[in-house]
């Protein structure tokens, strides 16, 4: 059985969330994007992989709150992202949600910077990975829920 798992290639799991940042008073402020310290650069949606043992929206939780320090509530699924070109490094499959968080959040881990963006102003030309194509798929949704 072990030789069988030592030949086992599977793409790697990964788990994305847009956050939509709210203030104490229920305002919505924009949604976050980290400026990535490490290649591919850009802007993009929080996220990171999932550790074996671990459930994908754990490892959500716990990448939003090692890449911009805040608790987040899941809200829902958005989607399965797995087009293997999506990442230029490695076949990886990104299980994206939504999530809605308070508080000031900080750049930390991976994330160079980040910004707080209103959903007009989102800067689709400078986004890695297919983050601009999960976050159109994000707009539609939210405009169907309106």
Known sequence: ???YKNKIKTPLLATDGIIKLYDENEL?????LI????????FAIPGGFVDVGEKV??????????EV???????????????PTRD??????SCT????AYGTPKADDDAKNLQIYKLDEIPFESLAFDHAKILKDFLLEEANIK
């Open 28 to 32: 919505f402020r924009g949604i976050i």
């Open 69 to 83: 320090t805040l608790d987040v509530k899941i809200e829902k699924l958005l989607g399965v992202y797995s087009d």
């Open 57 to 66: 929206e754990d490892a959500l939780k716990r990448e939003m709150k090692e």
């Open 35 to 42: 400026e990535r310290k490490n290649p591919p650069y850009g």
């Open 88 to 93: 230029e490094r490695f076949h990886t499959v």
């Open 1 to 3: 059985m072990n030789n």
């Open 97 to 100: 949600y939504i999530c809605k």
